[in-house]
């Protein structure tokens, strides 16, 4: 044994025997005066008791802790997320889609039913405060995605149509959202809502298009590069920044408490978008640098700029009574968008945020969705209703518009189902509604349901109408000898 070995040992030696002679004296000390003495969590096994039950009391009081119960539901949801995406995706749906049906699943309308006592393990009441947070961190995130994604320059090319389209297919689903909700406010609004605040979230339920499950369809299906696909995007782009912020002006108005607090709601929102605009927007590239815009791996002090802008940007439109979500989804619309900077910090939020944070946004909604409350086959009529009335204001409005443009009948209804998507754009606005007292679960409930459904029937009708095209398109073409 040579000497460092040797002077190894002894270090050890001397040291864990002062520590153990420590606290053999220290154990003899009195209590400090004026210093309440605190019990235990867990009492000392009683003699007799094993240690293999005293080890198990300790690891269950650890598995019960909000850390290790927060863990668990993050295994749970995110499992469940994968697999459910996956077997849509087998059926030739989006796989948010599945995600958005794997939220439902978890919830109490299957496995609260099924399993009620795994269900209150896995999602205890008082355990909902830190799921809530998380998923709103992560619907922030994803709509900052979704501003990164705006182009402006293809709106531009394609402005006509896409105004044209886009608001009628907000217009259409408006109107008849409002008057729907003329005959379900006494039944279904939330308790003390009014029915300004309901007909307005009725309305803008109808007239969502979820523009970037509308581009995962396009893109699995090589439409991108067609002219529908891009003229569905553009339509979409524009719809999506009309319709949030008419979201933006109607939550302003039904958090206000009088007319006078709605008017500064409205004049701090639209002055807040004018700083993004004229003022953020030009100062952003030289606040990160175009050194450091134009590298391959954005920096740790680039990254960490960016998120500020978010995270202020969300603060300032929560303050001003708008919803967070508006002010991450500009923080993205302002992004530069030299040396392919949003693509850049793109890829590495919406990877973090779709992998671990939006699951937990639809396992979130999925708890406050309880198919259970429709009991009766007037439920069921009345959300097939809700169905058809939002299917035929979005579809139909946005297909007979395009027509007025010049397009066939054939692409103009295609485009209408594309317009009909309505997936995660739609259940953040809900979210939005429940969370404000407007909606009732009830409501909710048919709600989500119509979300799920009209996103799922964009596939199958994406099919019917291209192949009534190809069915045509085969009868012009002339006969050969």
Known sequence: MNKNTLLYLLTLAVTVVGIMGVLHFGASLPAPEGVAVVAQATAAPAAGSSV???????????FHHPLSHLFVQLLVIIMASRLVSWLFTRMGQPGVVGEMAAGILLGPSLLGLLAPEAFAFVFPADSLGALKLLSQVGVCLFMFSVGMELDVRQVRSKAYTAVMVSHASIVFPYLLGVILAYFLFSGLAGAGASFTAFA???GISMSITAFPVLARILQDRGMTKTFLGSTAITCAAVDDVTAWSILAFVVAIARATSLAGAAMNLML???????MIWVVRPLLPRWLGQSEMAREEPSKGTLVTTICVVVAAALSTE?????ALFGSFMAGAVMPEAHGFRHKINVRIENFSSVLLLPLFFAFTGLRTQIGLLNSMQDWLLCLLI????????LGGSAVMARFTGMNWSESLQLGAL???RGLMELIALNIGYDMGILSPRIFTMLVIMALVTTMLTGPLLSLFGSKQTAADDLRQPTRA
């Open 52 to 62: 293999v039950g005293a080890m198990q009391a300790g690891l269950m009081a650890n």
């Open 200 to 202: 307005l979230f009725m």
């Open 269 to 275: 929102a639209l002055a807040f978008i004018a700083i």
């Open 319 to 323: 303050v001003i009574g708008i919803h």
């Open 387 to 394: 169905i058809a009335v939002a299917t035929l204001g979005k």
């Open 419 to 421: 317009m009909n998507t």
